[in-house]
């Protein structure tokens, strides 16, 4: 608990920073009251701003505690909550005495139209980020675009602050702004361009690439000759960057690390084809090399020892970080009972469907496999349709509270199962899932 608490509490300091110098050094305005309210939401919407790349930034230090999934969708709520107090803040001042010429007038300063600006901008960068999957963007060039735009709000954001601003008339608030802003600027620059020149330095190689089923494809990677592979829990994932010839893209993408950390000589990432880059994956070939930056997340059940019954619950794709469990729980023998409800359309599209029930046999864990098909042979025996309540009730024979359930699938089957459990009674601290969008 004390790591997250850290972490919220540097969070808010740095929120209240602006204020502690203005209550500090004792600064008065005689503006009214309207127009103080529409100042302070200017500097603390310009505060959430300056700490979005930090945010963004991939750090495993403030990452830990939380998981990279869930500090991505607060970093996209945080986004929409800038844009909301920067655009109270014109409305407040016009209301507080500025007039509807400050909002609609073309005849104001130089200063106010960057404002305006960096005002626009942002609300362009949050909606190309809320609908980027309904635009048909592809997510490597909406991601350069927005780390593009987001530099140009943040330098039009400080420079409009920094001449309308009445508060920066005093040094202390000057000095905090351009602290902010190099900090800023030196997390975007590590991020963007150092760290990845420092991963490409140990590149690993594509060992092999394997076709699990018709559309999903086994990548194994081998750590740089003499290192070994990093050290994960089982169920996080990473980022990778494949660089390869033969005019293939080189994009980075998250997924998810399917192998044990008990298998020392390479770590395998499970992709599916989904998109226009994952359709290549296919073509990567032994000797191609990749750029890895993980591990992250916290989708593991060995950071709850607490849980003694296990319930995976997966479809499709979601299946890999599940596995990652299950073979180093059979790596370390294991004999945890595990109850393993896996939705896919028909038996061919299982993945890992050989391996699940070798393990099942071998008795460590002590898993049971029940695959649900929406769309089965007609000589199927097994459950048929999707996972909803009835299965769920059934094979945990009606005990919900001892157990902790993992989920991890598509969005539709995340949502469903969710709303079944809190049903059930299924405490909110024993259900854990992993989502595959950070958007």
């Known amino acids: 608990m004390w790591p997250g608490l850290s972490r919220i509490i540097l969070h808010l300091l740095a929120f209240c920073a602006p204020f502690i110098v203005i209550i500090f050094f004792h600064f008065h305005s005689d503006h009214g009251l ?29 990452e830990r505690p939380f998981g990279l999934d869930i500090l991505f969708r607060y970093h996209k709520y945080m986004g929409v909550f800038a844009a909301c107090l920067l655009l109270i803040h014109p409305l407040l001042l016009a209301a507080g ?17 960057l404002g305006k600006i960096a005002l626009f901008l942002l609300l362009v960068n949050i909606g190309l980020s809320l609908y980027q999957s309904s635009l048909h963007l592809k997510f490597e060039k909406w991601r350069l675009g927005h780390d593009a735009l987001a530099v140009l709000i943040i330098v039009l954001a400080f420079t409009h602050s ?9 040094l202390p608030m000057k000095f905090l702004w351009v602290i902010a802003l190099g900090a800023a ?4 620059v590590y991020h963007r361009i150092i760290r990845p020149y420092r991963l490409g330095r140990h590149k690993y190689s594509v060992a092999d690439v394997q076709a699990e089923t018709k559309n999903v494809w086994i990548v194994n990677l081998s750590p740089p000759e003499g290192e070994k592979p990093y050290d994960f829990l089982p ?11 033969r005019n293939l893209p080189e994009e980075e993408h998250h997924w998810t690390i399917s192998s044990s950390p008990t298998q020392k000589g390479y770590i395998s990432s499970t992709i599916k084809e989904l998109g226009d880059f994952t359709s290549t994956i296919g073509q990567t070939r032994p000797g191609d090399t990749a750029t890895v930056h993980g591990p992250f997340g916290r989708f593991s059940y060995l950071l709850h020892p607490e849980e003694k019954d296990l319930v995976f619950i997966s479809g499709g794709i979601g299946i890999t970080p599940l596995m990652s469990m299950l073979r180093h729980m059979r790596d370390t023998q294991s004999t945890l009972p595990v109850l393993l409800l896996y939705a896919s359309e028909d038996e061919e599209e299982v993945i890992f469907r ?16 029940v695959l649900v098909l929406s769309k089965p042979r007609k000589d199927w025996s097994g459950e048929k349709g999707y996972i909803n309540r009835k299965i769920i009730e059934k094979y945990t024979e009606g005990r919900i509270k001892g157990k902790g359930f993992y989920i991890c699938g598509p969005p539709g089957l995340i949502d469903l199962t969710l709303r079944i459990l809190g049903e059930l009674g299924a405490p909110d601290e024993r259900i854990h899932i992993e989502i595959f969008s950070f958007l």
């Open 185 to 188: 600027a030196v997390t975007f």
């Open 235 to 245: 169920g996080q994932f990473h980022f990778l960057t494949f660089h390869r010839d």
């Open 34 to 62: 309207l127009s103080e309210i529409a100042k302070n939401f200017a500097l603390l919407g310009f505060v959430v701003l300056i700490l979005q790349p930090v945010l963004g930034g991939r750090f495993k230090w403030i």
């Open 162 to 170: 920094w001449f309308a601003g009445h508060d920066l008339k005093i």
């Open 97 to 113: 005495g500025g007039g509807l010429h400050l909002l609609f007038s073309l005849n104001v300063p130089w200063y106010i139209w």
């Open 354 to 369: 050989q391996e699940l029930f070798e393990i099942e046999a071998g008795g460590f864990p002590r898993l049971k496999v």
